[in-house]
């Protein structure tokens, strides 16, 4: 029930094109739910982050969308570049995170 | 967004010695500190809850007496892996929440352990 389980596990877009990852989770308790950017050999980077009383967020080119009802929630990145390559996490939270298994980006030019 | 440091970013030791990593929050206090462990092209897997002025919280299976944790102050911990053998070869990294609306966790740079 602490499981947060992410698809894909890799992903290859073409510059300009959009990534979806998507997260599910079982716990009812998450109350927070951040995805978070990880470089070969660097600590994950908070990206953005959203709580489960709105149902979509977005920062720039990331789009967080959620669906408290099917509990799933889903990072969408708009306009992909090849700098976005690396890999991201999905996570959930009450008060220690859940990491999700992770998803390797490549965008390619 | 908040700053929090690790030092050593890497490090090499023998097989028996131990290894101190340190946590720092820059710029925030952290009464609440978090140590993950990472194997190459695998997730984050917490290790231990650091908390200022009492003792860690360990996660099942993660051994109290081989990954100490101290949390000296509001703004470091620190992890010693004691007596390291091979297999605890990974990359570690910390975290500090800092207190507001979300207490987003930021996370330090890692630190890559290779013990020979």
């Known amino acids: 029930q602490q499981q947060v389980k992410q698809s894909p596990q890799s992903l290859i877009v073409q510059k300009g094109g959009i990534s979806i990852i998507n997260c599910a989770y079982e716990?009812?308790?998450?109350?927070?739910f951040p995805w978070y950017q990880q470089f070969p050999g660097k600590g994950p980077a908070l990206l953005i982050a959203?709580?489960?009383?709105?149902s979509e967020k977005k920062e720039g080119r990331f789009t967080i969308s959620f669906n408290k009802s099917a509990k799933q929630f889903s990072l969408h990145i708009m306009d992909s570049q090849p700098g976005d390559s690396a890999t991201y996490f999905c996570?959930?939270?009450?008060?220690?995170?859940?990491f999700g298994t992770g998803t390797r980006l490549q965008v390619f030019p | 967004g908040a700053v929090v440091s690790q030092h050593p970013s890497w490090v090499i030791c023998k097989s028996g010695t131990s290894v101190k990593i340190e946590c720092r929050s820059l710029d925030f206090q952290a009464t609440t500190m978090f140590w993950y462990r990472q194997f190459p092209k695998q997730s984050l897997m917490l290790m231990a809850t650091?908390?200022?002025?009492?003792?860690?919280?360990?996660e099942q299976g993660v051994e109290k007496d081989k990954f100490l944790i101290n949390h000296a102050s509001l703004t470091l911990s620190t992890l010693t892996v004691t007596s390291a053998h091979p297999e605890d070869s990974s990359f570690y990294i910390c975290?500090?929440?800092?207190?507001?609306?979300?207490?987003?966790?930021?996370f330090g740079p890692g630190t890559r352990l290779t013990v020979l």
């Open positions: 716990n009812t308790a998450f109350d927070y």
């Open positions: 959203i709580r489960p009383d709105v």
């Open positions: 650091s908390n200022e002025g009492s003792k860690a919280t360990y």
């Open positions: 975290s500090a929440p800092r207190a507001g609306l979300y207490n987003e966790q930021f």
């Open positions: 996570a959930a939270s009450t008060d220690k995170l859940i």
